[in-house]
């Protein structure tokens, strides 16, 4: 199975803050991952998908970038409705894997 | 609107059955693969299952293969996920999610909708 290694496990930031959170992957899988925010009792929530594309209703504020093994999910200016755990996915070959998902809290 | 509902989790003994269900609504069920994904308390996200639009094909994670069957009803609209020999470790919240579809620019497979979540407790 394809290993998927997040980091960091946990964050604190401040409102305004810019936050990256990285994802690699124990080998190549091309643009197939997502992101995903989750808050307490809720379901995820899906941000992005083939690695940068913004999901509809998504706000701009989050991007993602990479390929291959190396990815980023960047919040460029922290809002407190964002302070959740966010998870990546591979899905590019079975077993679909998710990062152990960081915890944005703040500071 | 776009809607999964699970339901039929509940307290369970360990070596027990249980299935649960997905019930869609809001988009044509039929065209989508649909997966289980499951988070034990406090703890991260671990893919269990998908199965294809069809029902052609299903693929599992190793730890319920064996043991698990996922498994749709396209004239009901619903997604099935037969649990058998249950075990602690199978305590979780179970979440169905849609798949999306590829499109011209991007590949399809990220999850665009879930349900609300239902708990399953293995316990004696």
């Known amino acids: 199975a394809i290993r998927i290694t997040q980091s960091p496990s946990s964050l604190s930031a401040s409102t305004g803050d810019r936050v990256t959170i990285t994802c690699r992957a124990s080998?190549?899988?091309?643009?197939?991952l997502a992101w995903y925010q989750q808050k307490p009792g809720k379901a995820p929530k899906l941000l992005i998908y083939a690695a940068s594309t913004l999901q509809s209703g998504v706000p701009s504020r989050f991007s993602g970038s990479g390929s291959g093994t190396d990815f980023t999910l960047t919040i460029s200016c922290l809002q407190s409705e964002d302070f959740a755990t966010y998870y990546c996915q591979q899905y590019y070959t079975y077993p679909q894997t998710f990062g152990q998902g960081t915890k944005v809290e703040i500071k | 609107q776009v809607q999964l509902v699970e339901s039929g989790g509940g307290v369970v003994q360990p070596g027990r059955s249980l299935r649960l269900s997905c019930a869609a609504s809001g988009f044509t069920f039929s065209s989508y693969g649909m997966h289980w994904v499951r988070q034990a308390p406090g703890k991260g996200l671990e893919w269990v299952a998908v199965?294809?639009?069809?029902?052609?094909?299903?693929y599992y994670a190793d730890s319920v293969k064996g043991r698990f069957t996922i498994s749709r009803d396209n004239s009901k609209n619903t997604l099935y996920l037969q649990m058998n020999s249950l075990r602690a470790e199978d305590t979780a919240v179970y979440y169905c999610?849609?798949?999306?579809?590829?499109?011209?620019?991007?590949?399809?497979?990220?999850?665009?909708?879930w349900g609300q979540g239902t708990m399953v407790t293995v316990s004696s």
């Open positions: 199965i294809w639009y069809d029902g052609s094909n299903k």
């Open positions: 999610a849609r798949e999306m579809p590829a499109t011209v620019v991007t590949p399809g497979g990220a999850f665009d909708i």
């Open positions: 080998q190549g899988i091309s643009s197939y």
